[in-house]
């Protein structure tokens, strides 16, 4: 059973940073895309960023592109994103996800974490 667990969320004040960490288990991940997907209160949730697990392929939603990174070590089953520059408008639930079709923008994936809060103050 895939499994992910978030970390690493917080309150933070605006062009802080924060690194969320999303450990991953139970299974093998050749071909699949991790990523994150965020949902404020009252919004849609929306992709942030995601990364090939085989081929380290990654990509950003256009509104963190340049403030936010994605990454995942050699050999390690975690996967971080760096947060830097952060605004008002990051607040959200920051979840983790997994597509075993590979897809890096994908949000609508069948293995999600529990959520990290991320909170931005002005």
């Known amino acids: 059973q895939v499994q992910l667990v978030e970390s690493g969320g917080g309150l933070v004040q605006t062009g802080g940073s924060l690194r969320l960490s999303c450990a991953v288990s139970?299974?093998?991940?050749?071909?699949?895309?991790i990523g994150w997907v965020r949902q404020a209160p009252g919004k849609e949730r929306e992709f942030v960023a995601g990364?090939?697990?085989?081929?380290?392929?990654?990509g950003y939603a256009d509104s963190v592109k340049g403030r936010f990174t994605i990454s995942r070590p050699y050999a390690k089953n975690t996967v971080y994103l760096q947060m830097n520059s952060l605004k008002p408008e990051d607040t959200a639930i920051y979840y983790c996800t997994a597509d075993p079709r590979g897809r890096v923008r994908a949000t609508t994936t069948p293995y999600w974490g529990q959520g990290t809060q991320v909170t931005v103050s002005s």
């Open positions: 990364i090939g697990w085989s081929d380290g392929n990654a």
């Open positions: 139970g299974g093998t991940f050749s071909g699949y895309a």
